[in-house]
């Protein structure tokens, strides 16, 4: 999946998150693409409790301070930090974090 282009940079804004689908049929990944504190994170769009995507909504997946990716099948939520859970049925898993870069031109790219 390396060397993927997700976006522009300008295209997340502070405390917002988007999700992507890369590829088609059994590479397919589902991924979310976050920034916090001006970090750009990425994670596999995976709950660890049953292996859903986060999201019912496109690009609904923070809580109302920006601080928590939340699962909306059972309500897990997640440090976007770490994407540790802190709360919710899988409280000490992990959503599966991706390496993100930007490249020339300013592109983000996992
Ligand atoms: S599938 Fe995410 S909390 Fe159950």
């Given amino acids: 999946m390396s060397g993927v282009v997700l976006c522009r940079e300008d295209e997340i ?5 988007r999700g992507f689908l890369i590829g088609a049929g059994a590479v397919r990944r589902d991924v979310i693409l ?19 995507p986060l999201e019912t909504f496109a690009d609904k997946f923070l809580n109302s301070d920006g601080s928590l990716l939340i699962c909306s099948t ?10 540790r859970c802190v709360s919710g049925p899988c409280v000490g898993k992990s959503l599966t974090m991706i390496a993100v870069a930007i490249a020339d031109g300013g592109l983000i790219v996992i």
């Fill in 74 to 83: 059972h309500g897990a939520r997640f440090r976007v930090e770490t994407g």
């Fill in 34 to 52: 976050v920034r916090r504190g001006g970090v750009l994170r990425a994670y596999i769009n995976a709950c660890p409790h049953q292996g859903t």
């Fill in 13 to 17: 804004g502070e405390g917002e998150a």
